[in-house]
């Protein structure tokens, strides 16, 4: 069964760090370009952050830029979001995205993936 698993969030006070990892069974992100979303309640879906198939082209919304690092781990077929000072409009439950598609270029965030979803994993930056 191909599927993404993301992992690594919680409860983070703000100025604090967090890392997420999205993990992929099934199928490996040699050809994929991988992204990461967030949705907080009763707001629309936003992109963050998308890496290219061969990493060499990574994209970051103005509102993380600076403080979220997308990378990848090939041998562990998993894609991280490390996230630092973090505040309370970082919370969301933040999901990660496959497409065979070469998406992550320019109006990246415009694009839905077509590939494959994570069930998400909830990010809280409260004190």
């Known amino acids: 069964q191909r599927q993404l698993v993301e992992s690594g969030g919680g409860l983070v006070q703000p100025g604090g760090s967090l890392r997420l990892s999205c993990a992929a069974s099934g199928f490996t992100f040699d050809y994929y370009a991988i992204g990461w979303f967030r949705q907080a309640p009763g707001k629309e879906r936003e992109g963050i952050s998308c890496?290219?198939?061969?990493?060499?082209?990574?994209n970051y919304s103005n509102f993380v830029k600076g403080r979220f690092t997308i990378s990848t781990d090939n041998d562990k077929n998993t894609v991280y979001l490390q996230m630092n000072s973090l505040k309370p409009e970082d919370t969301a439950v933040y999901f990660c995205?496959?497409?065979?598609?070469?998406?992550?270029?320019?109006?990246?965030?415009?694009?839905?993936?077509?590939?494959?979803w994570g069930q998400g994993t909830q990010v809280t930056v409260s004190s």
């Open positions: 890496i290219s198939a061969n990493g060499g082209i990574r």
């Open positions: 995205a496959a497409d065979l598609a070469p998406w992550c270029g320019s109006n990246w965030y415009q694009y839905t993936p077509n590939g494959y």
